[in-house]
């Protein structure tokens, strides 16, 4: 599908809300100039990336939602490091958590950037099937560590099974 055709399908549905997702988005040619226009057409865009791409290039009126593969899921030297530095309190950094190990992971690396205070939320979830999320909140309130705890919704909606939704 061609970028205008995108955009008028997404604008078709005269939603003020935007979320540009699924794979990486940012692997896509045609998604820089899309998330641009989209924000010039007056939309609040969010986009939702694995953080392995260069954000740099990224509209700054758009709202960006950004993983940090935890240790656990084998993906973790995919982390991009350099992209914390674009990050503005109008964006979140993304977590998602297998195991203990990488809570204790994820509670160094939001302290040694200094998460908190860079965006505007961090968010830590579960792997689904894999931790228990009262674990998660648990320690979450024990550490009183300021995050949001997450579920994964679409597993909740579609169930656990369910690809591409």
């Not at 993983?67 to 993304?94: F, Q, Y």
């Not at 040694?112 to 894999?130: I, K, P, Q, T």
Request: one cysteine or more.
């Amino acid at each position: 599908m061609e970028r205008a055709e995108v955009l008028d399908k997404a604008l078709s549905f005269e939603t003020p809300l935007v979320e540009v997702t699924g794979g990486e988005p940012l692997l896509q040619a045609g998604s820089i100039p899309l998330l641009r226009e989209l924000c010039d057409a007056g939309r609040t865009v969010l986009l939702e990336t694995s953080g392995e791409r260069d954000i740099s290039q990224v509209d700054p009126r758009v709202h960006r939602i950004m993983d940090l593969k935890a240790p656990g899921s084998d993906e973790s030297h995919r982390n991009r490091w350099e992209n914390i530095e674009h990050l503005t309190r109008r964006d979140e950094v993304k977590i998602v958590l297998s195991d203990r190990g990488d809570y204790e992971w994820a509670k160094r690396v939001i302290e040694e950037h200094g998460l908190v205070d860079r965006v505007n939320a961090v968010l830590l979830s579960c792997v689904w099937g894999e931790l228990d999320p009262q674990d998660l909140v648990q320690w979450v309130l024990q550490d009183k560590l300021p995050v949001r705890v997450q579920i994964q919704v679409h597993k909740v909606i579609w169930g656990p099974n369910t690809q591409g939704v």
